[in-house]
């Protein structure tokens, strides 16, 4: 289980959260959505330790990430927004030195790494340095960083950016199938169509609150994601009044 209570973050004068109360389990695909700015990655930081909130409690498990972020991340596969990458060592190289800070006996991490390795297109890439990977390709080294562990929850903030369309659907894929397997699945995107693609839950932030979650169909009933998503945030009459101005 990862469970947010009344949790808050400020930056400075920035609140990015302002009271954010979430419980997501196992056996589904979440989404957070939410336009740029509304806290997605903030909330996502803190299940592994990233982000400390100010106040509130954040559990993954029975595990308090801002006290324990070593043992969070165990069990957590986080991809970030922005790939981090060591320019000087190769994808093989840095996938190595994570399987022995994982622990992963070495048989299973040669058999875990071909397998995400071919379906995510990386064969070629793996001899080559950090630094000469293209930008989808690091976004694609961070996806197996996160998952190389097998762990037990997944979260993946803007998995789909830079992804071309055929690893997108290898991630969709993927991301319903750990789901099935009893992982626990988020990732964040502000594009709606993916989030009904592949989730079955959303929750949506705006301005650093929730202002919708559950399941994606019976939230939006018969209208489209968009409309509903754009009522909720309130975007529906910023949107008006921008639009008669043209
Ligand atoms: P999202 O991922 O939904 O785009 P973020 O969690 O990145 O939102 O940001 C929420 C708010 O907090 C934004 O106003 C952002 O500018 C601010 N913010 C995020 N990280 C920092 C930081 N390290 N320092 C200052 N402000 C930040
Ligand atoms: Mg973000």
């Given at each position: 289980m990862l469970k947010y209570e009344n949790v808050v973050k400020s930056y400075g004068n920035v609140r990015a959260l302002k009271g954010v109360s979430l419980e997501l389990g196992p056996g589904k695909v979440h989404a957070l959505l939410?336009?740029?700015?509304?806290?997605k990655s903030t909330l996502i930081k803190m299940a592994v330790g990233l982000v400390k909130p100010d106040s509130g409690k954040v559990r993954v498990f029975d595990i308090d990430p801002a006290e324990d972020p070593i043992s969070a991340r165990r069990i957590v596969g986080y991809m970030p927004e922005e790939p981090l990458i060591y320019?000087?060592?190769?994808p093989a190289e840095w996938l190595s030195f994570l399987g022995y800070v994982h622990k992963i006996p070495a048989d299973v991490l040669k058999e875990r790494l071909n397998t995400l390795v071919k379906v995510f297109k990386m064969e070629d890439q793996m001899g080559k340095l950090g630094g000469e990977l293209s930008l989808g390709n690091k976004r694609k080294l961070m996806l197996i960083s996160a998952l190389i562990n097998d762990p037990k929850v997944i979260i993946l903030d803007?998995?789909?950016?830079?992804?071309d369309p055929e690893i997108a659907r290898v991630l969709k894929e993927m991301m319903k199938r750990k789901a099935e397997e009893g992982k626990i699945i988020i990732f964040s995107t502000h594009i709606l169509e993916i989030a009904e693609a592949v989730a079955d839950e959303m929750t949506i932030m705006h301005y650093g609150e929730v202002v919708a979650k559950g399941n994606i169909s019976e939230l939006k009933g018969k209208r489209d994601l968009e409309s509903y998503f754009m009522e909720v945030t309130g975007l529906s009459s910023e949107l008006q009044e921008l639009l008669k101005a043209l």
């Open positions: 939410g336009p740029n700015g509304s806290g320019e000087s060592l190769t803007e998995p789909f950016s830079g992804l």
